[in-house]
C-alpha cells in the first residue's frame, strides 16, 4: 500500500525547526524514485478528469510534485514564491506567522478569470501559507479546485483554515 | 526544434533583480506543458546511460526539472538547500557572492562514497552556487559526473569556474 510506503520513509526528526517539534522529514522519498514514481502516478489518477486547470506549487517543496503532476496532467504549473523572487509583474500577499509575518508571490499572467487551480505542497500544517496562496489565486480571478499535499498534521486543523477556499483537501498520509 | 521552442519561451526581464540586469525568467516554460515534456524527454535521452548514480538539484529552480528527470533515470535526487531548511544530518559549505556570502547544504546520508552525481540548475550565471555544490559533494565523498543546466549565460564566464570540476557543462539554451 502506498499510504504505509511513504509512512515508513518519511523521516522524524525531532527538535527542528526548534525544541518539542517533530519534523516530517520528506526527502528520503525523493532519495527513493520508485516510490517517486509511485506517487506520482498515484496523484496522476487522483486528479484526472476533474476539472484542474492548473496547479499551483508552493515554493520550495511544493515544487517537487507540484511541477511533474502538472506535466503528467497537460495542464500549467504556476509558481507561488517568496518575496522578491518573481522577476515579472506579480500580485503579493503578506499573512501571519507564528511570530512576524511572510509574504508570498505570483505572477499576474498566471491565472485567467475562472481558471480552476488546484493548490499542492508538501505538507499541511496550520495552512497558513496554502490559505495564503487561495487568497492570492482568488484576487487574480481564479478558483479553488482543492488543496493537495503529501501528508497532512491533522492535530494543527490547517484543514479548518483551507475548508473556506474548498471542500477538497487531499493527503497521502494523515498523522 | 527544442532549443527555439525553449528560447521563445524564455522571458527577459529587464532590470531585474537590479538595474542594468536582463533576466532570463523561466517560468512561461511551466506554464506549457507540452514544452515541459519535450525537455524531459531530451534530458532523459541525453542522460541514460551514461553512469550517473544521482541527481542534486539547487534549491528551488533546480527542483523543477531535477526530481522528474532523476525519476524518469531511476535513480535519487538530492536535494541542495539554502541554510537552515534541511532537518537531518548535513554538511553546509559557505562561498561568495558578487556581496556577501550564501551558505548551502546537503544531508550527509544522502552521498555515499564513490557515487556519481550530476547537479542541476535552471540557469548557469557566474557558477558561484554549482561550483560550491560540486565542493559539498566532493567533500562528501562523491565524484562529478557533471553539470547541467536549462540555460547558459555563456558571457559570465561560469563555465571556467566549474571546468575544474567535470568538463561536462551542458545546457539547452546558452546565450
Chains 1, 2 share one sequence.
Not at 79 to 90: A, D, E, T
Not at 111 to 119: H, K, N, Q, S, T
Not at 124 to 137: D, W, Y
Request: hydrophobic content about 40%.
Amino acid at each position: 500500500m502506498l499510504v504505509e510506503k511513504v509512512m515508513q520513509a518519511i523521516r522524524d526528526v525531532p527538535d527542528f525547526p526548534k525544541p518539542g517539534i517533530l519534523f516530517k522529514d520528506i526527502t528520503p522519498i525523493m532519495m527513493n524514485p520508485q516510490l517517486s514514481e509511485e506517487i506520482l502516478v498515484a496523484l496522476e489518477e487522483k486528479y484526472r478528469n476533474k476539472g484542474i486547470d492548473k496547479i499551483a506549487g508552493i515554493e520550495s517543496r511544493g515544487f517537487l510534485f507540484g511541477y511533474p503532476l502538472a506535466i503528467r496532467l497537460g495542464i500549467p504549473f504556476i509558481l507561488i514564491r517568496k518575496q522578491g523572487k518573481l522577476p515579472y509583474n506579480k500580485s503579493s500577499l503578506e499573512y501571519d506567522l507564528e511570530y512576524g509575518t511572510s509574504t508570498i508571490e505570483m505572477h499576474t499572467d498566471a491565472i485567467g478569470a475562472g481558471d480552476r487551480v488546484l493548490i499542492h505542497d508538501d505538507l499541511l500544517a496550520t495552512g497558513g501559507s496554502a490559505a495564503a496562496a487561495a487568497q492570492l489565486i482568488k484576487q487574480s480571478g481564479g478558483e479553488i479546485a482543492g488543496f493537495d499535499f503529501l501528508v497532512q498534521l491533522d492535530f494543527l486543523q490547517g484543514q479548518e483554515k483551507l475548508a473556506p477556499y474548498s471542500p477538497s483537501i487531499q493527503a497521502i498520509v494523515n498523522y
